[in-house]
Nanobody, 118 residues
Framework: VQLQASGGGLVQAGGSLRLSCAASGSVSSTGNMGWYRQAPGKQRELVALLDRGANANYADSVKGRFTITRDNAKNTVYLEMNVLKPEDTAVYYC?????????????WGQGTLVTVSS
């Protein structure tokens, strides 16, 4: 099983980006799916988490600006980021609980860089 993240890039403050993360391989289904980020010199932090029932939790710093969604049929999670700020600059990692061959495991994606210029 692999998580493949995409969609990062360079954007000006106030702009938008959409991140995607797809689980591939021997995936039966996915449980919680989410996004974390790690800025230079800082610890990795939760950005948004979405359970299979579409219940979402957001970091206070992104509430009202970011939206997490998922497509269970595609085992994919998305992060719509609007009104981006320079402090949103970080490597964004997707994370998911994946059922594969009767076993539930937690996986991380490879990270995608988001840079917000002022």
């Amino acid at each position: 099983v692999q998580l493949q993240a995409s969609g990062g890039g360079l954007v000006q403050a106030g702009g938008s980006l959409r991140l995607s993360c797809a689980a591939s391989g021997s995936v039966s289904s996915t449980g919680n799916m989410g996004w974390y980020r790690q800025a230079p010199g800082k610890q990795r932090e939760l950005v948004a988490l979405l359970d299979r029932g579409a219940n979402a939790n957001y970091a206070d710093s992104v509430k009202g600006r970011f939206t997490i969604t998922r497509d269970n049929a595609k085992n994919t999670v998305y992060l719509e980021m609007n009104v981006l700020k320079p402090e949103d600059t970080a490597v964004y990692y997707c994370n998911a609980d994946v059922w594969s061959r009767g076993t539930l495991k937690n996986y991380w994606g490879q990270g995608t860089l988001v840079t917000v210029s002022s």
